[in-house]
């Protein structure tokens, strides 16, 4: 739960500048992204890219709050997450 609140405070700022508005929504976007599993051999050998451009970048706006669980380690691999959304892990 002390997850999700802060999560809410985050995208409750990020999104005034989103959705031009004095309280922003607490609203915020979240991805299960598993790299290290080996049943699915696709996903693990797609690129953060091919993620983004295939997934989030349809279905969530820019500049939101974007909650990633994953068991990625390297987390620099979603770098190009963060030229969209405010990425928290």
């Known amino acids: 739960a002390r997850i999700v609140q802060a999560l809410g405070a985050e995208a409750r ?5 989103v ?3 004095k309280e922003g929504s607490s609203s915020f976007h979240t991805m299960h992204i598993r790299r290290g ?5 696709l996903v693990r050998n797609m690129t953060a890219a091919e993620i983004l451009q295939g997934n989030a970048l349809r279905w ?5 709050v974007l909650y990633i669980a ?12 963060r030229k969209h959304y405010r990425v928290f892990f």
Do not use: L, W
């Open 37 to 41: 599993d080996f049943q699915f051999q």
């Open 70 to 81: 994953t068991d990625e380690r390297n987390k620099a691999f979603f770098e190009p997450f």
């Open 60 to 64: 969530f706006q820019n500049g939101k």
């Open 13 to 17: 700022e990020a999104n005034k500048n």
């Open 19 to 21: 959705d031009n508005e």
